[in-house]
Structure formats: structure tokens, C-alpha cells
């Protein structure tokens, strides 16, 4: 079964310290792995996915198929990080279809 | 550029009756996702629709459908309203294999 967890419903941090938004996926093929993000009072919105590499707002994200995990990490986390936090996957066949996680509530106190 | 909207934002209904909710695409976007988001979770995939067909459905039953327009603008149908149908429902348009860009919802609620 396509499944994505992320264990975490809230993570609580205070400012500066390091951040990981865990993320594990079950899925047979090589999928496309993603982290989307929701501040408050916007629409959700892409914020990486794994074949890009990159790093966006200091947050990156590493795809280890051998562990299934795809942990999003920050190493000083801001105010304005604070957010929901969703890892999503998508199946190689599947080009619209994302199967989304439960969702990490990040929160980074001052 | 526009994003992408949707209509009505918020809406109430009764158990059994029938709904319909509206997305636009954004500008030069060519396919369009719709999910539901219950309360708590993470948004479930219902469809998607391209160049007006559907292509690909998650797992909802056939009193969910929708219709993709020559505009790319969409509808999702949802017939026989049940409790469990209360819930936020987001539309997502992208370029075939391209990014998802999200609408703000519409949020159903069945009494």
C-alpha cells in the first residue's frame, strides 16, 4: 500500500535550534517525494521536492530509500518558519495524484 | 497572473442533498486535481482532470465527479450528501507533470 507517515503532530522548537520534520513512505517503485508547507492563513504551497536538490528558506531534504524516509531539516529554525508541514508522495505512474502525510505543525518559539 | 480560486469559500447543506464546487485554473494550466481535506489530516486525492477527461481517481466513491471545462476551469459534483463528506475541499491546477499550485478551498459543511 502507497502510505506516507510523519509521527509528529506537533514539533515544538525554540528559535535558533535545529529543526527535523520526520517523514516515512511505503511505496513499491521510485516515487517523487515532496514537502509542502502552509503558513498561517495562506493556501498550501510547494516548498521542495527531492529531485530538485535544492534548498529553499534553509530547509533541505534528503530521499534515503533504504530507511523509506525523507526528513525535512533545518539547521536554525525562525519565527517565520512556524507552519504546517506536509510530506507528499507521487507515484511514477501516478502523475496528479499525491498521497499526503497527517501533517507536522511546526512550532518555533522566540 | 491569477492563481488559482475557488467558489463558494464556505458552505452548509443537509444530508442527501447534492453539491457542486467550483475551481479556475491558473493561467496556462492545463490540469486539475481536486482533494479533500477532512479536519486533522493531510489533503486525500479524489481526481484529476486532463484536457477534459478524467485521468486518474482516488478512492471515492461515484456520487463524487467532475467535469474539466475547455478553459480548464472545473467542477466537482458531490451527490447524496453524507456527515462524513464535511470537510475542505482544494482544487489544484498544474501544467500535465509539472507543480501542483493550490486554490484556498472551498469548506463544506453537512448538517
Known amino acids: 500500500a502507497q502510505r506516507v507517515t510523519q509521527p509528529e503532530k506537533l514539533l515544538s522548537v525554540f528559535k535558533g535550534a535545529p529543526v527535523e520534520l520526520k517523514c516515512n513512505y511505503s511505496?513499491?517503485?521510485?516515487?517523487?517525494l515532496f514537502w509542502y508547507v502552509q503558513y498561517s492563513r495562506q493556501r498550501l504551497q510547494l516548498l521542495l521536492r527531492?529531485?530538485s536538490r535544492e534548498s529553499i528558506k534553509g530547509f533541505t531534504a534528503d530521499l534515503n530509500k533504504g530507511e523509506t524516509s525523507f526528513h525535512l531539516k533545518k539547521p536554525f529554525a525562525q519565527e517565520e518558519d512556524s507552519a504546517m508541514y506536509y510530506c507528499?508522495?507521487?507515484?511514477?505512474?501516478?502523475?496528479?495524484?499525491?498521497?499526503f502525510g497527517q501533517g507536522t505543525t511546526l512550532q518555533v518559539k522566540p | 497572473e491569477t492563481g488559482v480560486t475557488q467558489s463558494p469559500t464556505h458552505l452548509i447543506k443537509t444530508r442527501g442533498q447534492q453539491v457542486t464546487l467550483r475551481c479556475s485554473s491558473q493561467?496556462?494550466?492545463?490540469?486539475v486535481s481536486w482533494y479533500q481535506q477532512a479536519l486533522g489530516q493531510g489533503p486525500q486525492f479524489i481526481f484529476q482532470?486532463?484536457?477534459?477527461?478524467?485521468?486518474g481517481r482516488g478512492n471515492f466513491p461515484p456520487r463524487f465527479s467532475g467535469l474539466q471545462f475547455p478553459n480548464y476551469s472545473s467542477e466537482l459534483n458531490v451527490n447524496a450528501l453524507e456527515l462524513d463528506d464535511s470537510a475542505l475541499y482544494l482544487c489544484?491546477?498544474?501544467?500535465?507533470?509539472?507543480?501542483?499550485?493550490f486554490g484556498e478551498g472551498s469548506r463544506l459543511t453537512v448538517l
Open positions: 489544484a491546477s498544474s501544467l500535465y507533470t509539472g507543480e501542483l499550485f
Open positions: 511505496y513499491s517503485g521510485s516515487p517523487e
Open positions: 527531492h529531485i
Open positions: 507528499a508522495l507521487r507515484g511514477s505512474s501516478n502523475t496528479g495524484k499525491l498521497i
Open positions: 493561467s496556462g494550466h492545463n490540469t
Open positions: 482532470y486532463y484536457r477534459e477527461e478524467e485521468n
